[in-house]
């Protein structure tokens, strides 16, 4: 290691307290990974349990904490889909699945393989070949190409970047990576010769690699630059092993991955005509593993941060310089092969010189989270008064609010557009009990959140064939409902508030209503909505904090789903909202998106349901003033409440109530309002016809 300067020592402690502040310490290192680990439980239970056979898995810096809010680093996704398997012996082969025979030999590059088609009813070769997603090659043999990945994922808005499918970003969310991938029945060869070289260095540990021999192997479509067969070479990924290396860093060299993601970032890149970075994070992922493999373990402490930063650099320059950054685990797959030209490599060289020896003064100019002035702040450089920053517990509150968020999105996709039957939620609900039986804790916490908005749904759907038959709500129906009554603050209370108004039992609504109002704190408690890509303004300081505070318990007592009523539940709500079932025309129906099926549901925020079924309920039960107060709640939240995913539906609600109390001017403002917000796919085109069509009657 270089020798260390004496003010190296200052600046490194100071430097770590501005990562702390910022969000990199170890508690919200693990809030990052638990909040990861428990969203991708989750959505692979909830696939299971919808009969798909596959699994999810969120990498990178996301699931690894190594990420700030500034850096808003990609969120990657791998897909494996367990239809198809990939072998390495005759001895693997499966019935009834897609098998695929690993090929390495002397033409593909390390790292690689190629995938011969084997029959799926006996193990032997195929030899009919699939049109466009399989070849002949010389030897005969049938292969598989990896651009049947194209079509398999290449998703609305999504563009190919190497194996993965790319989703933008865009305001209020991280972009995201998706990559296609087949598992590994065995450990390949490649990892099997990392797991057992022996190593002068302690790190990775015996029990290290153990765990990472325990974790899957994946084969992803993209070939290698450089080859003339890249049409049909599978690149072997060992992400989850190096997911397990990521976990077992310690803070300092967490910190070290972040400072070099964000010099990069603001000194390094150059990218490519497609956009992609010549030096990725990844790279330097790879970077920061040699440069812990090769040095003690002692070294790697926070008032060395700067010395450890620099030598990490001093490595990377080296790798640019060599054209060779070998991967940690398949150390033959030279990471930068082809990577760049020589024109490239000279400017990345020229850059890098400006920062070996590295003295720690480019970190001023870092203006990624203000890291830059924070560290002039906390050197007594600059004066903290001039700036405005963040402070810490600040960023903390943003942060876990977030993480918070991400876990209740997922939870709310638990009810499909297409899962209308009985039977179909029903055997959801078993296959639900069953993980939550026999499941780790990860799956017990992950049933815990998803199994109320499910029994909510099947009540609903028991409730609305009961009203449909005879008017009235059975035993069974309020059994379900009432045992998802906890889901949130709100939805499925509203739920059954909804129910007991059309059955017209005004007097319970009310009851219900009341308590529902009690429970939702405006101060504290978010309205989410997850039917499209809203772009949230901001979180509420209350919700933070107490997400902060309590985790994932905090759901059922600060966030609010927005209520979504599916078609097979239309008896169970008012015919003012039954409108946004019908929102498209057939002209409108062309400007839908893939996403759009939330379309055909009727679905609005939380609080101005509350409020418009207050009005309702009031009129009901002839409670003129307090029916009065509603509609005054009911306009106000939707002129102050920032985070509303159904504006327009509120709207349309308040504009019926208007046209109740004879103000149809202030009712056709409503709906025109409703259509600036959404100018297709909006009942509001309808609800200005009728408004229209009575005033002049």
């Not at 393989?113 to 070849?135: F, G, H, S, W």
């Not at 916490?445 to 499910?454: D, E, Q, S, V, Y």
């Not at 318990?553 to 003012?576: D, G, Q, R, S």
């Not at 539906?649 to 709906?671: F, H, I, K, S, V």
């Amino acid at each position: 290691m270089f020798h260390m300067p004496d003010y190296y020592h200052n600046i490194s402690m100071r430097l770590s307290e501005v990562l702390d502040d910022i969000g990199v310490n170890e508690n919200i290192v693990i809030k990052r990974r638990r909040t990861t680990l428990l969203t991708e439980t989750m959505v692979t239970i909830n696939f299971r349990a919808n009969g798909k056979q596959c699994n999810l898995y969120y990498l990178g810096s996301q699931s690894e904490g190594t990420t700030t809010l500034g850096l808003q680093s990609d969120s990657d996704i791998l897909y494996c889909i367990d239809g198809g398997i990939v072998i390495q012996d005759w001895s693997e082969w499966t019935p009834g699945k897609l098998n695929l025979l690993m090929i390495q030999n002397e033409i593909t590059p390390p790292g690689y393989c190629l995938l011969q088609v084997l029959r799926p009813d006996t193990p032997l070769p195929a030899t009919v070949e699939l049109a466009n997603i399989a070849v002949n090659d010389t030897h005969g043999r049938i292969l598989f190409k990896n651009t049947i990945t194209d079509a398999a994922y290449i998703l609305q808005g999504r563009q190919r970047q190497g194996p993965s499918t790319t989703l933008a970003a865009e305001p209020g969310f991280v972009a995201q990576d998706l990559v296609l991938a087949l598992p590994c029945i065995s450990c390949p060869q490649s990892l099997r010769a990392w797991l057992h070289q022996q190593e002068t260095n302690t790190w990775p540990t015996a029990e290290m690699k153990r765990f990472a021999k325990s974790t899957r192997c994946f084969v992803v479509g993209v070939g290698s630059r450089a080859s003339e067969n890249a049409a049909f070479e599978w690149r072997l990924s060992t992400s989850l092993a190096e997911r397990c290396l990521m976990f077992n860093l310690n803070i300092t060299q967490i910190k070290c991955y972040i400072l070099m993601k964000m010099i990069l970032k603001t000194y390094i890149k150059v990218e490519n005509l497609d956009n992609e970075s010549y030096i990725s994070s990844f790279m330097c992922k790879t970077v920061l593993f040699l440069c812990i493999a090769s040095k003690p373990s002692s070294v790697w402490k926070e008032c060395n941060i700067l010395n450890c930063l620099n030598y990490c650099l001093f490595t990377l320059n080296s790798c640019i310089l060599n054209e060779h950054c070998p991967h940690f685990i398949v150390h033959e797959n030279n990471l930068m092969a082809g990577k760049f030209s020589a024109e490239v490599k000279q400017k990345l060289l020229e850059r890098m010189s400006t920062l070996i020896p590295y003295d720690g003064i480019s970190l001023f100019g870092i203006q990624i989270d203000n890291l830059g002035k924070r560290l002039q702040i906390k050197l007594n450089m600059i004066n903290e008064l001039h700036y405005v920053l963040p402070q810490p517990d600040e960023q903390t509150i943003s942060i876990t609010g977030v993480l918070l968020v991400i876990i209740a999105q997922e939870v709310s996709e638990v009810v499909e557009i297409g899962a209308g039957s009985l039977e179909i939620l029903l055997q959801k609900m078993i296959q639900l009990k069953r993980y939550y039986r026999a499941g780790d804790m990860l799956e017990k916490t992950a049933c815990r959140l998803l199994i109320p908005l499910l029994c909510t749904s099947i009540g609903s759907l028991i409730a609305s064939q009961n009203i449909q038959i005879n008017n009235t709500v059975s035993p069974q129906a309020l059994t379900w409902i009432e045992a998802g009554l906890d889901s949130d603050v709100a939805s499925s209370r509203l739920k059954l508030a909804s129910i007991m108004y059309c059955v017209g039992n005004a007097e319970t609504a009310a009851s219900i209503l009341s308590h529902i109002e009690e429970r939702y704190k405006t101060e504290v408690t978010e309205p989410l909505c997850h039917c499209y890509n809203f772009c949230k303004s901001y979180f509420k300081t209350g919700f933070g904090r107490l997400s902060s505070q309590y985790g994932v318990e905090a759901l059922k007592y600060i966030v609010a789903f927005c209520v979504k009523f599916f078609t097979w539940e239309i008896n169970c709500v008012p015919h003012e909202l039954q409108y946004e079932m019908f929102r498209s025309t057939q002209e409108d129906l062309q400007h839908r998106g893939m996403f759009d099926d939330w379309m055909d549901c009727a679905v609005v925020d939380s609080l101005p349901y509350l409020y418009f079924l207050q009005y309702k309920t009031y009129s009901f039960l002839q409670r003129p003033e307090e029916q009065q107060q509603a509609l005054n709640k009911l306009g106000w939240v939707i002129r102050t409440e920032h985070n509303l995913g159904h504006r327009e539906t509120a709207l349309n609600l308040l504009g019926q109530c208007m046209e109740l109390e004879n103000r149809p001017a202030d009712a056709l403002q409503c709906y025109m309002l409703s259509l600036r917000l959404r100018e297709r796919n909006n009942a509001a085109r309808f609800h200005i016809c009728r408004c229209l069509a009575n005033t002049i009657s």
